[in-house]
């Protein structure tokens, strides 16, 4: 395994995190058990993670208190979330304290590493900010957590508005961002300014159906050379990606996805959710693995550097699901 430093925080993580969310949830969405739940954490562990994302959305605090259990706390890193409610709405801020004890029982940990506020859409960033943070920044002193963070609702802030200003207020400490081969301007409006600021940044959705479902790529190329976005002869290929896997390059689509976002500058934790022990190891092998050639970054750069909020949409679809 490889370690950054996660911004300010100073904390020694992995490049690679645990995601325990998304639609695998640990496979717990997946039909799988919390035995399976239990040994994908311990296997990311002996592999050298020690960064784990959770919420109290995901409803897997509980499954990954108990992996942690034969774990030294001290040497892993445990992020988890607030209740949407206190994203997008203006809650009674003692119910935030409330809920961050619930997470405290859940995980079955005297604190926090990193609490975040998750998924927080612009229009209700100032109240986040103003009269949420506040009340955490208490707790906080108390000893219930150690670093402020700040995640976005990547589908609903294309401009990712809510982190670039976040990453300026001095009261995150760690800031999660959507960015991946097709939908890359984290680059321009949040990674400059988490640098300049060193604030420690978690991606999230370097994978989603885009590239993991068959035939969803295509479909989408279809759609956006309808749009005039991308070239008729790219929409109409069979293998549209099939230039980045080489010698040398790429292995897989998925490989190129992971390779791509964890070399951007500014990116400190990749993260990854998956119920599947070969692809828990085979997206470690991908994160640790050198950048893709600088010509298919280039091309890629070409092809869909231009493209905002492509490929956002979830891993399965699931009728009337909220997206964040
Ligand atoms: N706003 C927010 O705060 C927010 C939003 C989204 C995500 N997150 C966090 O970020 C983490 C990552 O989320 P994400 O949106 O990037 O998606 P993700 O949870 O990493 O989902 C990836 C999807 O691709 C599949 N997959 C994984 N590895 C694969 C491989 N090698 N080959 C083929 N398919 C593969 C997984 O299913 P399998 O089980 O089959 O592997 C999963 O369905 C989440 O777990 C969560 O912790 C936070």
């Known amino acids: 395994m490889d370690y950054a430093t996660l911004g300010r925080t100073g904390l020694r993580v992995s490049v690679a995190g645990l995601g325990c969310g998304g639609f695998s949830r640990l496979g717990l969405g997946t039909g799988g058990d919390e035995t399976g739940a239990i040994r994908i954490v311990r296997e990311a562990a002996e592999l050298g993670v020690n960064l784990f994302d959770t919420a109290a959305a995901y409803g897997t605090e509980g499954v990954l208190g108990k992996a942690i259990k034969t774990l030294r706390r001290n040497e892993i890193v445990i992020c988890t979330k607030a209740p949407f409610s206190w994203s997008s709405g203006r809650a009674d801020p003692a119910g935030l304290v409330a809920a961050l004890d619930n997470s405290l029982r859940q995980l079955d940990t005297p604190y926090i590493d990193v609490y975040q506020l998750h998924g927080v859409p612009p229009s209700n960033y100032a109240h986040a900010r103003d009269e949420l943070a506040p009340v955490l920044l208490k707790e906080k002193e108390k000893g219930k957590i150690r670093f402020l963070g700040i995640t976005e609702t990547a589908p609903h802030d294309l401009q990712h508005e809510t982190l670039h200003q976040a990453a300026q207020d001095g009261v995150w400490d760690v800031v999660m961002v959507g960015f991946s081969m097709m939908h890359q301007n984290a680059r321009e409006r949040v990674f400059p300014v988490t640098r300049a600021h060193k604030v420690g940044t978690l991606l999230m959705f370097a994978v989603r159906n885009i590239f993991s479902q068959p035939g969803r790529l295509q479909a989408t190329l279809r759609e956006l050379a309808a749009e005039g976005q991308v070239s008729a002869a790219l929409a109409e290929s069979d293998d549209p990606l099939g230039f980045l896997i080489h010698d040398g390059g790429a292995s897989s689509v998925v490989d190129a ?3 791509y976002v ?26 640790l693995k050198p950048p893709l050639p600088e010509t298919d970054r280039r091309i890629l750069a070409k092809l869909f550097g231009h493209l905002v909020g492509v490929g956002l949409d979830p891993p399965t679809y699931m009728p009337g699901l909220t997206l964040h």
């Not at 070399?263 to 997206?283: I, K, M, Q, S």
């Open 257 to 259: 996805c992971y390779r």
């Open 262 to 287: 964890r070399h951007e500058p500014g990116v400190d934790v990749v993260l990854f959710g998956t119920g599947d022990p070969e692809h828990l190891r085979a997206n470690i092998a991908s994160i």
